[in-house]
Nanobody
Framework: VQLQASGGGLVQAGDSLRLSCVAS??????????MGWFRQVPGKEREFVAA????????QYTDSVKGRFTISRDNAKNTVYLQMNNLKEEDTAVYFC????????????????WGQGTQVTVSS
């Protein structure tokens, strides 16, 4: 599975962005698997942001984005989204989407495929 993330950019605090991640390849290996968004800043490990199960029935967020970010997926379009509202400077990072080995996971070690990342920069 190949993943293409997009939608990042430079915004001001309080603004919104919508990230998209399109999967290509064998749909069967994607639509039955959990998807997630992680982010990384230079010098730090990749951290979990949000995850969604294969059918959208299980969703989890890291505490710092709860109430501001929404993860969703459209299996018909092979796409997972991350709607980010009320962005803060501390949200600045490269955001990566990934496919997990299982139907759901919030652990990056369980992810087998990653997109190239999209930069999100939030200024004050």
């Amino acid at each position: 599975v190949q993943l293409q993330a997009s939608g990042g950019g430079l915004v001001q605090a309080g603004d919104s962005l919508r990230l998209s991640c399109v999967a290509s390849g064998r749909a069967r290996t994607w639509s039955n698997n959990g998807m997630g968004w992680f982010r990384q800043v230079p010098g730090k490990e990749r951290e979990f942001v949000a995850a969604i199960s294969w059918n959208g029935g299980i969703i989890q967020y890291t505490d710092s984005v709860k109430g501001r970010f929404t993860i969703s997926r459209d299996n018909a379009k092979n796409t997972v989204y991350l709607q980010m509202n009320n962005l803060k400077e501390e949200d600045t990072a490269v955001y990566f989407c990934g496919v997990s080995r299982s139907a759901y996971s919030a652990n990056s070690a369980s992810y087998t495929s990653w997109g190239q990342g999209t930069q999100v920069t939030v200024s004050s």
